[in-house]
Every structure is written in C-alpha cells, then in structure tokens.
C-alpha cells in the first residue's frame, strides 16, 4: 500500500527525500504539502510531530479534507526536500501513547473499566474510566498488572484491513468516523488487544519500559487515571530526586521526616507573625503614650520602616488618649514613604484642609476621611517645613 503516509508505513523512519507538491498561506501561516512524508498530523488523541522541511522549522501538521499540511516558520517553493522528524519527541509520543493502548485493554480486561476518553499531555496524560472512583489499592492492581504485560514484552503491530474483514473481527471499539469508507488501520497489542487506531506505536510493550500511574480525579461519574511512561518517567523521577535532595539541604532532615520538618517550619512562622504583630500592639500603644505625654496639642514624628498600618494604629491610640491633639507622622526611607495626618475630635486642626497642602509640600498624593488624611510620599526631605503648617 504505497499510498500510506511514511509514517504509518514505519514509525521508526525519522527522515525522507520527497517532494513539496503544494505551497500556500492558511490564516497567515505558510504550508506545504509533500508527495510524502515522516510527520503524523494531530489525530487521536496523539499530538502533532515537529520538525524540519527543507531545513524550515515546522510549528505544526495537520489533516485537512484528506490532505497533510505541514505548517511552517517561513514560506517554501515547490521542489524536492528532507522531512526531518523530532524523534525525540515522537518516540515519547509513542511511548504515552501505546502505554493508553495497554492500560486501557488491562482496565477493561481485568477490572471491567471502560476508557472514554485519552489525553496526551505535555509532562502528564491520562485516560477516562467508566468507573465511580478507584481507590488506591485498586491502582496499585491495575499498575501491578499493566507491569507484567510490559515485562511479557508483547509485540505491537498495525495493519490495514478491508471493512469486511472488519466487520468480521472483533475489535475493542468500534469508533469509526460517520461516513467512513475504505481500509480501517487496526493496531493489536498480541495477545491482549486489537483496536482501530491512526497513531504511531511502540513495536513491543518492551519499549514503554514502565507505566507508572500517578493518581486519579473524579469527573462526571468517571474517574482521570494520570499516567507517565517510558523516559518520561526516568525524567521525572529524576527530577523528583534532585527536589528532595534540595529539601533534605534547606531543612536539615532526613528523607522520612521531610513532611514534618516543613509542617513544623510553617507553624514556627506562623508563630513569628503572631508575636510580630503582638510586638507592633505594644509598641504603638506605647508611642502612643509618649507623643500624648509631650505638651502641646500637636505632635509630629517619623517612624522610619513602619508601614501605614502601624502608623493608623499609632494615631488612633493618640486621638482616643487626648480627642484635644492632632498628629502628623511619617515614615519611609529616603525620599519616599507613607505620609499620615490625623486630629482628635475636639482639635482644632481640619485635616481634610490642611491634608492636601501637606501632600502637595511631601511630593505625593493621599485621601481621607473623618479627620484623617492619609497617602504617599515622595519629597520625605520637606517634613520639617509639613510639621511647620500644623502651626
Ligand atoms: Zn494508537
């Protein structure tokens, strides 16, 4: 069957001399289409290849009213080029991919669980089992016996078949686009499975190295199996290690006691933040009391790092010890800070009048309300002459 893309007639073949027979521009992107090619277009659940043609990169492939279209980084004339496959990413792809093939026909075999449904993700994919939920050791069953059959080294074959022969077989599903007609493309895992699919496979169940599953999510009365196979799985664990060994350093524990050593950091900070803003209580009520204690019936003071919020507390303390005083604090380092003016009720100063004339001399800009007035500062140098307004 010549007519079969490369890729499907082997899925090991990572580069071809052909030709571009077509060159165009869909939705502003250049395309061609080749006489043949080692691409897979998106289909079945199995992303696009990437790679080069002509040595332009390609962004994307896909099936369009029968033909393939090779989406590319910059235009190509027509004439004879190399398709070059990323076979890195696509022996992953097909690593992922034939792992579904395996743990579904195990799923349903063993456990009754039909797949709904297949996605192949960037680091983590998953399937859909017709099934409420799956508790741990059910997963530990179904990871136990998908590691047997990758040890039993199964072989993995494609092959294209008349619809008679196909009606006569007895295919897992029976998925067929409306309106299909010729050959069906069946996929058998030997022994265990056979399954009409348009994807690229491993050869041998040997090839997906190991399956390992990653946990389960309920959804609509079924229930996501999260999976990684192969190198992806190597990758990961790897990653996995060189994490804990990071966590073993920052916390200074064993392995085993990791969870409880971050779990009794968390509470330690929690602990800290309490007595930070205890702490911040008490020093404000107590500067409070030393502005109040100071003759006069206006205070002024610069509170260096402190934040609005402390300066709030401070000029509440005040105004409620002595309703008589208004005071103008500030805070900031440098130039820039936070600026605050407030007066008791019986004061005599009108902090929504004086306020602006105070953010106008401090470079900044601020609001408020019910004597207090509150902003920004930007000129934290011309404080003196702010206190000076105040009278
Ligand atoms: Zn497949």
Wanted: aromatic share 4%.
């Amino acid at each position: 069957m010549s007519d079969l893309p490369a890729y499907e007639r082997d899925s090991r073949l990572a580069r071809l001399e052909t030709s571009v027979i077509e060159a165009g521009t869909k939705n502003g992107e250049p395309f061609v289409v080749l006489a043949d090619t080692v691409l897979y277009p998106e289909g079945g659940g199995q992303p696009a290849d990437l790679g080069r043609v002509g040595g332009v990169t390609v962004t994307d492939v896909q099936r369009r009213d029968g033909v393939i279209l090779h989406v590319l980084e910059t235009p190509l004339e027509p004439g004879v080029v190399t398709v070059e496959l990323d076979w890195t990413r696509r022996f992953d792809h097909m690593q992922q991919h034939t792992a579904q093939h395996l743990l579904t026909a195990v799923a349903a075999d063993r456990f009754g669980w039909l797949t709904t449904a297949f996605h192949l993700g960037e680091h983590v994919s998953d399937i859909e089992l017709d099934v409420p939920a799956i508790d741990e050791g059910q997963l530990r069953l179904l990871e136990d016996a998908v590691a047997a059959e990758i040890r039993a080294a199964r072989p993995v074959t494609a092959r294209r078949v008349s619809m008679d022969e196909y009606e006569r077989t007895d295919v897992r599903s029976r998925g067929l686009p409306a309106g299909h007609s010729g050959d069906v493309r069946l996929v058998e895992i030997d022994g265990i499975d056979l399954n009409t699919c348009g994807g690229t496979h491993c050869s041998s169940t040997a090839e997906l190295e190991a399956i390992k599953l990653l946990g389960t999510e309920s959804l609509r009365g079924g229930t996501r199996v999260f999976y990684v196979a192969g190198e992806r799985l190597r990758r990961r664990l790897g990653q996995e290690v060189e994490r804990t060994a990071l966590l073993r350093g920052v916390l200074g524990v064993a392995d085993d006691e990791l969870v409880d050593a971050a779990e009794l950091r968390i509470e330690q900070v929690k602990d800290g933040a309490r007595t930070v803003r205890r702490l911040e209580e008490e020093l404000a009520t107590a500067l409070a009391s030393q502005l109040a204690a100071r003759a006069g019936v206006v205070s002024a003071e610069h509170l260096g790092s402190h934040d609005l919020s402390f300066m709030q507390r401070v000029a509440r303390e005040l105004t409620s010890i002595d309703s008589k005083r208004a005071v103008l604090l500030t805070a900031g380092e440098g130039e820039v800070g936070f600026f605050l003016l407030a007066a008791g009720e019986e004061s005599t100063i009108d902090a929504s009048e004086l306020g602006p004339r105070i953010a106008h001399l401090l470079e900044g800009k601020g609001g408020g309300k019910g004597g207090v007035f509150q902003g920004r500062a930007n000129r934290l140098s011309n404080r003196e002459a702010a206190v000076a307004l105040l009278g």
